[in-house]
């Protein structure tokens, strides 16, 4: 666990269709590391972008948002930079696995224990079948929306 500070926050739209949000933490000796990029939701066409299926799937937007700001003593997604914060690391200098307040043991997030959480919750609407289509579609689509477009090798 170290201590940092938030240095800046950003929830947009990546790839065009894919909602994802982003908070960048500094450690105190310059360097930075972010926390986020999960596929909170999407936009377009149902049909085409499994993220969008918001039917379909847990309000995991919903769950990241509000498990940032109130890790971070916060009630507005603005008021995050500068704030100071403690990062979870799952190894020394790894990937960043929670966020917790700076002095409130209790207030951590955890977004692979959340997600898991809400997933357990949705399958209480869903078969685990038509769960793990939801997923694989929604896997499937990001991975086509992350390869390079094949127009004569031009990416």
Request: glycine fraction near 12%; hydrophobic fraction near 45%.
């Given at each position: 666990?170290?201590?940092?500070?938030?240095?800046?926050?950003?929830?947009?739209?990546?790839?065009?269709?894919?909602?994802?949000?982003?908070?960048?933490?500094?450690?105190?000796?310059?360097?930075?590391?972010?926390?986020?990029g999960?596929?909170?939701?999407?936009?377009?066409?149902?049909?085409?972008?499994?993220?969008?299926?918001?039917?379909?799937?847990?309000?995991?937007?919903?769950?990241?948002?509000?498990?940032?700001?109130?890790?971070?003593?916060?009630d507005?997604?603005?008021?995050?930079?500068?704030?100071?914060?403690?990062?979870?690391?799952?190894?020394?200098?790894?990937?960043?696995?929670?966020?917790?307040?700076?002095?409130k043991?209790?207030?951590?997030?955890?977004?692979?224990?959340?997600?898991?959480?809400?997933?357990?919750?949705?399958?209480?609407?869903?078969?685990?079948?038509e769960?793990?289509?939801?997923?694989?579609?929604?896997?499937?689509?990001?991975?086509?929306?992350?390869?390079?477009?094949?127009?004569?090798?031009?990416?």
């Amino acid at each position: 666990m170290k201590n940092a500070v938030i240095e800046s926050a950003e929830i947009g739209i990546e790839r065009g269709f894919v909602l994802s949000a982003w908070v960048m933490v500094e450690f105190g000796d310059g360097s930075l590391q972010g926390f986020g990029g999960f596929v909170l939701g999407g936009i377009g066409d149902p049909k085409d972008v499994p993220s969008a299926r918001h039917g379909e799937q847990p309000n995991v937007a919903a769950e990241f948002i509000c498990g940032v700001l109130r890790a971070a003593g916060v009630d507005s997604w603005s008021d995050l930079p500068e704030k100071s914060i403690r990062v979870g690391l799952n190894e020394a200098f790894g990937t960043i696995i929670g966020i917790g307040h700076i002095t409130k043991d209790d207030r951590w997030f955890h977004p692979s224990k959340a997600f898991a959480a809400l997933r357990r919750s949705a399958s209480l609407r869903h078969t685990p079948d038509e769960w793990d289509k939801v997923l694989a579609a929604c896997a499937k689509a990001n991975a086509e929306a992350a390869s390079p477009v094949a127009d004569g090798g031009a990416a």
